[in-house]
């Protein structure tokens, strides 16, 4: 059995983290929880639903993104048959509550690994559909990972490798990543909070300068208790690409997650996208896993 509840604060953030990584073979979002939990999406406590055992132990938990149109979720593996489609129905009354505000989607997403059978039944049962093969806009992601030897980095004149300098260096950051994905949805406020999660590292926030001083890319490296890696996100500003600068900094994260003791290293890319998938095999990524991305539409 199990009850909702409201959020209470940070507390049960870092709940919610844990109960994610107790199962991560189940869940595409673990060791880059800081970076999820902090989106501005979670000011409003109304976009975060737990549920919680009868002796108060969180079981699962779901939170609206609405920065990433997404809903993510989380749930105790012995839970999941039964709660799954509770989270699912509390998504839909959600996403209905806020569709006439300027935060409503027309449209909302969320992902399984594609060899989760019984949780890709529930979310077909509640009407959300793979994209999987819908046509020209298909959608599928691959889940990769990285274990081992790390290439040599080749950085052009003039640019520096180094750790985001900070609060100080907020603001750029959140400017550099909308330039990026062509996007408003980073803010300051944002990242500071990843700054402020337990466990965060300095040593594996990396940007690269270039010789304006400007800064040109960035790679977020996540390490959590158990040594699990992931990167989240990667990116290079627009006149700084075919530079290599990706590739530099994207190899600089993994050694450095590798030297704070990382096993394996972990991220997720659209299959489709040519030129990441190769730039991540190019690097020794090789995929681990199919992801799913369901859709479901959603009208005033």
């Known amino acids: 059995m199990f009850n909702q509840r409201k959020f209470r604060g940070r507390k049960d953030l870092i709940e919610m983290q844990a109960l994610a990584r107790a199962f991560p073979e189940d869940h595409l979002h673990t060791t880059d929880l800081p970076w ?25 938990w779901a939170v609206l993104q609405t920065p990433f149109w997404a809903v993510d979720f989380a749930i105790d593996r012995a839970q999941s048959a039964s709660l799954l489609p509770h989270i699912l129905r509390w998504a839909d009354a959600r996403a209905g509550q806020i569709q006439p505000t300027q935060y409503g989607h027309p449209a909302w997403f969320s992902m399984l690994f594609a060899d989760q059978p019984e949780r890709i039944h529930e979310m077909e049962l509640a009407g959300w559909a793979s994209q999987a093969d819908v046509g020209a806009n298909s959608w599928s992601k691959v889940w990769m990972y990285h274990q081992g030897v790390v290439p040599a980095i080749f950085l052009p004149d003039g640019f520096i490798i180094r750790p985001l300098a900070g609060s100080a260096e907020l603001e750029a950051y959140a400017e550099l990543q909308c330039s990026v994905f062509e996007s408003k949805n980073m803010t300051a406020d944002w990242r500071r909070r990843t700054l402020e999660y337990p ?89 681990e896993r199919n992801v799913l991305v369901f859709r479901k539409d959603y009208t005033e």
């Open 36 to 60: 999820r939990l902090s989106s501005w999406a979670l000011d409003d406590p109304d976009n975060i639903g737990l549920w919680v055992a009868e002796n108060g132990r969180l079981v699962g």
């Open 199 to 287: 466990g965060y590292c300095a040593e594996t926030d990396l940007v690269v300068a270039a010789p304006d001083g400007r800064l040109a890319a960035f790679c977020i490296g996540w390490l959590d208790q158990k040594k699990r890696g992931q990167i989240e996100p990667c990116g290079v500003r627009s006149e700084f690409r075919n530079l290599g600068l990706g590739k530099a900094v994207l190899l600089e994260c993994i050694q450095r997650l590798y030297a704070h003791g990382a096993g394996k290293i972990h991220l997720e890319t659209d299959n489709y996208r040519n030129a990441a998938l190769d730039l991540y095999r190019s690097v020794g990524f090789r995929v």
